[in-house]
């Protein structure tokens, strides 16, 4: 059984608006020395450095290969002080942020799996929050979501002209999110993933990751139990 993990984008201690401090200003600087022909290739033509940006952001949320030293934030600066923030929070781009608590507990699960960066997370004014933080790459892509047995209410096809199909999810209540069906065999023995097919920066967790959060204590974002076929 696995549970869907959606953070929304109202600002508290789940998201948390604000900057990555210097982060575009890098982007920048290596854009403007030049790029490899395989970046040149990925960004196309047109608004290229806005492509660019788009292109590195990216590589966090989606499977778009290895993310270089320069393009890994260090510092993220929230927009308004907060008493307490959640030991997994989104940040700015849909990049995630993970309290050291919850690093350790996913890399027992699935060692060596995802990666982690230390980044700062501090106030506007620069007071630093407590804990250490890190950013949070889900290392793991696959396809187990089934459209043919998931309700259309709640799920429907995107760019219908493209190979392989994608999806959006339509789902906002517990009740929805249980109509949207994923294959059990496919999910077997993993943790913490994206889907392939699914559209928007949504992940997945297991039932026995679930457990462990809970068991933790940890204040966790809202998330909803997916259907089992």
């Given amino acids: 059984m696995a549970w869907c993990v959606r953070i929304g984008s109202s600002f508290g201690q789940f ?21 490899t022909e395989a970046e040149d290739a990925a960004i196309g033509p047109v608004n290229r450095l806005n492509c660019y940006m788009l292109y590195v952001s990216e590589k966090f949320t989606c499977d778009r290969g290895p993310i270089l ?27 995630l942020i993970v309290e050291d608590g919850l690093r350790a507990l996913i890399e027992r699960f699935e060692p060596g799996m995802h990666r982690f960066r230390p980044i700062k997370v501090v106030t506007k004014g620069g007071k630093v929050y407590p804990g250490n933080h890190h950013l949070l790459v889900i290392g793991q892509f696959v396809d187990c ?3 043919q047995d998931s ?3 709640v799920v429907r096809e995107i760019h219908a002209t493209l190979d392989p ?28 993933w994206r889907e392939t097919k699914l559209a928007g920066r949504g992940f997945y967790i297991s039932d026995d990751l679930h457990e462990a ?5 940890f204040k966790f974002p809202k998330h909803y139990r997916v259907k089992d076929v």
């Fill in 15 to 35: 998201f948390l608006s604000g900057k990555f401090t210097g982060w575009e200003e890098a982007k920048t600087a290596y854009f403007n020395a030049g790029l």
């Fill in 69 to 95: 030293d320069h393009e890994w934030p260090t510092e993220f600066k929230t927009a308004r002080a907060l008493k307490q923030i959640g030991v997994l929070f989104k940040g700015n781009e849909g990049l």
């Fill in 165 to 192: 199909m994608y999806y959006s999810v339509r789902a906002l209540s517990r009740q929805q999110f249980a109509k949207i069906a994923f294959i059990s065999t496919c999910q077997a023995g993993k943790h913490l």
């Fill in 151 to 153: 309700d259309p209410s």
């Fill in 145 to 147: 979501f089934s459209f």
């Fill in 213 to 217: 959060i809970l068991e933790a204590g």
